[in-house]
């Protein structure tokens, strides 16, 4: 859709209910906090003496019009790069639907020649005016993923299923090079929440429910972005800004209601949601993102106890704060165009895609009348250019800007497949596989022509409902690769519409996923797969005495054991993006039956028993636990799951073959 269309979806979404917590209060006092309880951190140094006089000098020249300016964020569907020389912004972004010149589909070079002009606007030697560089972000969440033909790693989940940290910091070098090459500076990644209750519809841009993995996976993520601690020049060096996100709690509301509220102790918020952000500031994180979500009823972006006593106090965090997609309209008391409270909560920059030149005025009035002080904008400000200087970007070098050969490239696919291989868990196998490579399958469900299910949310589009093959081109589909290894291995492939009876597989495989979604749409009632049509499949082949693999495209856990007894295999293959063929890789051995690759994937969220209740709910109960997955190496026997609704059942847990 448009870029308007989508501006007018998303504010409709965020300001006309939808069931995603807007009712929270918000909380108009601050919370107080006890600083012992939270992580003890050691910053990585973002601060040199040379560079603080710099900094120094640049904001005691600056006016108060061009303070505020670096103070907010807008989207480039509002604003053109004529606009700078009125509005001094500090910051662009690309969210959601966006694309350069309203073409959501714009081709790389397009992204590049927009950011250009940005930057040749903002650092123009004009009277009154400071050059100061503009800083580009973009949901680069799974790769490049706004960028048709970049690269599409496996959404978080699945890469919390690898429990391979130093894969994560190949996939965040791999995906900064790529946003280079289209002269874009800043990722706002990684997601580094601990989701408690998968009916989250963010659940997937997690990396587990523990929150030890998530912060393995925080520091591994922020090193693979931005490069090693102390590296000066990132830019030069093909690395971006990062953005741990969403301080904090994001994934432990209440019934999982995006933009909830979490209830919980402070003792729980810092032990459960903290250690991602310790982590992450330790390897260097340059940003943090404030949650649209509450703590109590305090909304995030109002809660000076923890964004400033916390986050920059006790943690010691030295860059810079960035709010949400005009989060800070929901404060008590804010509108979109004016919120002096989240700055004075410790908000450094505002995400203002909506009414963000009357918020410039009115913040330059509110500094001037007293309601924000002089200091908490200096403040503000030179944590902006501290993550400028640190970037380099005063020095404009960008030696990987155009190389567009970059994006998708064979060794990034090379990683992703990998990446894919390593992600997959095997829940059950009576012995299907691997299936032997001169085999007879066939390939059915309802989702195995489609790269936007295989994809997930957050591709191309907001939603990723409407991400087609055409835009990712060297993308290859799981049922494609799985083909073309069958005949590659002297296999045969016979269709759904033959005579299957006649000509009978010898396996018959069943892609079966849930739509793409992201945040607030994704949000469910329940933790359960309702699309039969998988089902229906399942039982046709098992009534011909077809085996059966089934292979789940998801980006969460969910109840689904009439699916998982109607297979003779089942694999968790989450949202792998673009390189179908490490799922091929795994499910397709040799002509003798011996697995090429085995399976290493291991359950980073607990699997439901219960349709009604996720494992995380008081009376919820688990049918796989954290840390489980079969393998070729190592088989378990698993028993007939119930298909009772409550998971009421005497089955016992899966036990090792003896």
């Given amino acids: 859709m448009g870029q308007q269309t989508w501006t007018g979806r998303r504010w409709a979404a965020l300001g006309l209910g939808l069931g995603v917590g807007l009712a929270v209060a918000a909380g108009a006092h601050t919370q107080t906090v006890h600083p012992a309880l939270w992580p003890a951190v050691k910053p990585a140094p973002l601060v040199d003496v040379a560079t603080e006089t710099r900094i120094a000098a640049l904001v005691k020249r600056m006016s108060i019009e061009e303070k505020v300016g670096q103070t907010i964020q807008t989207d480039i569907s509002t604003v053109t790069p004529a606009d700078l020389r009125k509005y001094p912004l500090g910051s662009i972004l690309a969210g959601g639907d966006s694309g350069p010149y309203g073409d959501e589909r714009a081709k790389p070079a397009e992204w590049l020649r927009l950011a250009r002009e940005?930057?040749?606007?903002?650092?123009?030697?004009?009277?009154?005016?400071?050059?100061?560089?503009?800083?580009?972000?973009?949901?680069?969440?799974?790769?490049?993923?706004?960028?048709?033909?970049?690269?599409?790693?496996?959404?978080?989940?699945?890469?919390?299923?690898?429990?391979?940290?130093?894969?994560?910091?190949?996939?965040?070098?791999?995906?900064?090079?790529?946003?280079?090459?289209?002269?874009?500076?800043?990722?706002?990644?990684?997601?580094?929440?601990?989701?408690?209750?998968?009916?989250?519809?963010?659940?997937?841009?997690?990396?587990?429910?523990?929150?030890?993995?998530?912060?393995?996976?925080?520091?591994?993520?922020?090193?693979?972005?931005?490069?090693?601690?102390?590296?000066?020049?990132?830019?030069?060096?093909?690395?971006?800004?990062?953005?741990?996100k969403h301080f904090l709690g994001d994934?432990?509301?209440?019934?999982?209601?995006?933009?909830?509220?979490?209830?919980?102790?402070?003792?729980?918020?810092?032990?459960?949601?903290?250690?991602?952000?310790?982590?992450?500031?330790?390897?260097?994180?340059?940003?943090?993102?404030?949650?649209?979500?509450?703590?109590?009823?305090?909304?995030?972006?109002?809660?000076?106890?923890?964004?400033?006593?916390?986050?920059?106090?006790?943690?010691?965090?030295?860059?810079?704060?960035?709010g949400d997609y005009n989060a800070h309209a929901f404060l008590p008391g804010c509108t979109k165009e004016h919120c002096p409270d989240a700055l004075n909560a410790g908000v450094d920059m505002y995400m203002a895609p909506l009414g963000?030149?009357?918020?410039?005025?009115?913040?330059?009035?509110?500094?001037?009348?007293?309601?924000?002080?002089?200091?908490?904008?200096?403040?503000?400000?030179?944590?902006?250019?501290?993550?400028?200087?640190?970037?380099?970007?005063?020095?404009?070098?960008?030696?990987?800007?155009?190389?567009?050969?970059?994006?998708?490239?064979?060794?990034?696919?090379?990683?992703?497949?990998?990446?894919?291989?390593?992600?997959?868990?095997?829940?059950?196998?009576?012995?299907?596989?691997?299936?032997?490579?001169?085999?007879?399958?066939?390939?059915?469900?309802?989702?195995?022509?489609?790269?936007?299910?295989?994809?997930?949310?957050?591709?191309?589009?907001?939603?990723?409902?409407?991400?087609?093959s055409a835009d990712f081109p060297q993308a290859e589909l799981a049922a494609t690769a799985i083909k073309a290894a069958i005949r590659a291995g002297g296999g045969k492939m016979v269709e759904e519409s033959d005579d299957l009876v006649k000509d009978k597989p010898d396996v018959a495989i069943v892609i079966i996923g849930t739509r793409p979604y992201a945040e607030m749409f994704g949000d469910i009632k329940l933790p359960i797969y309702n699309e039969r049509t998988g089902l229906r499949a399942l039982n046709q082949f098992k009534r011909m005495g077809i085996p059966t693999v089934t292979v789940f495209l998801s980006g969460r856990p969910l109840w689904m054991n009439p699916e998982i007894n109607a297979s003779n295999a089942f694999v968790a293959a989450w949202l792998p993006g673009s390189e179908g063929g490490g799922i091929a890789d795994v499910l397709?051995?040799?002509?003798?039956?011996?697995?090429?690759?085995?399976?290493?994937?291991?359950?980073?969220?607990?699997?439901?028993?219960?349709?009604?209740?996720?494992?995380?709910?008081?009376?919820?109960?688990?049918?796989?636990?954290?840390?489980?997955?079969?393998?070729?190496?190592?088989p378990v026997r698993t028993p007939v799951l119930s298909e009772r609704l409550d998971g009421s059942s005497d089955v016992a847990v899966p036990s090792r073959v003896k």
């Fill in 118 to 244: 940005f930057h040749a606007v903002a650092l123009e030697a004009r009277p009154g005016h400071e050059p100061i560089p503009i800083i580009f972000g973009v949901d680069a969440v799974h790769g490049h993923n706004n960028v048709v033909g970049a690269e599409l790693f496996p959404q978080n989940i699945g890469l919390g299923a690898t429990r391979d940290p130093e894969l994560v910091r190949r996939i965040g070098e791999a995906t900064a090079e790529e946003v280079a090459t289209t002269g874009i500076d800043y990722a706002f990644a990684p997601t580094i929440a601990v989701p408690q209750d998968v009916r989250w519809g963010r659940s997937y841009e997690g990396f587990s429910s523990d929150p030890q993995w998530v912060a393995k996976f925080a520091a591994a993520a922020v090193l693979g972005l931005q490069g090693p601690n102390g590296m000066e020049h990132r830019l030069a060096r093909g690395r971006v800004a990062s953005s741990i």
């Fill in 588 to 634: 397709v051995g040799t002509a003798d039956s011996k697995p090429r690759y085995d399976f290493t994937g291991r359950l980073s969220f607990p699997w439901p028993r219960s349709a009604l209740l996720p494992p995380y709910a008081p009376h919820g109960a688990t049918e796989f636990p954290i840390g489980f997955g079969i393998t070729y190496a190592a």
């Fill in 251 to 322: 994934g432990g509301t209440t019934l999982g209601e995006d933009q909830g509220n979490t209830e919980v102790s402070e003792e729980t918020l810092a032990r459960l949601h903290a250690p991602g952000y310790a982590a992450g500031i330790e390897a260097g994180a340059l940003t943090v993102m404030a949650s649209y979500s509450a703590w109590n009823g305090q909304k995030m972006h109002g809660a000076k106890s923890l964004l400033t006593d916390v986050l920059k106090d006790r943690m010691g965090f030295q860059g810079f704060v960035i």
């Fill in 356 to 468: 963000w030149r009357e918020l410039y005025v009115n913040l330059i009035d509110d500094v001037k009348a007293g309601r924000i002080s002089m200091a908490r904008l200096d403040d503000a400000v030179s944590r902006i250019l501290r993550v400028k200087f640190a970037l380099g970007m005063f020095d404009a070098e960008r030696p990987l800007a155009g190389h567009f050969e970059k994006l998708a490239s064979p060794e990034h696919r090379a990683l992703a497949r990998e990446a894919v291989r390593k992600s997959l868990v095997l829940l059950k196998n009576d012995g299907v596989l691997p299936i032997r490579a001169n085999a007879k399958v066939v390939i059915g469900g309802p989702h195995a022509g489609s790269l936007a299910v295989q994809a997930g949310g957050w591709t191309i589009s907001w939603q990723g409902e409407d991400t087609k």
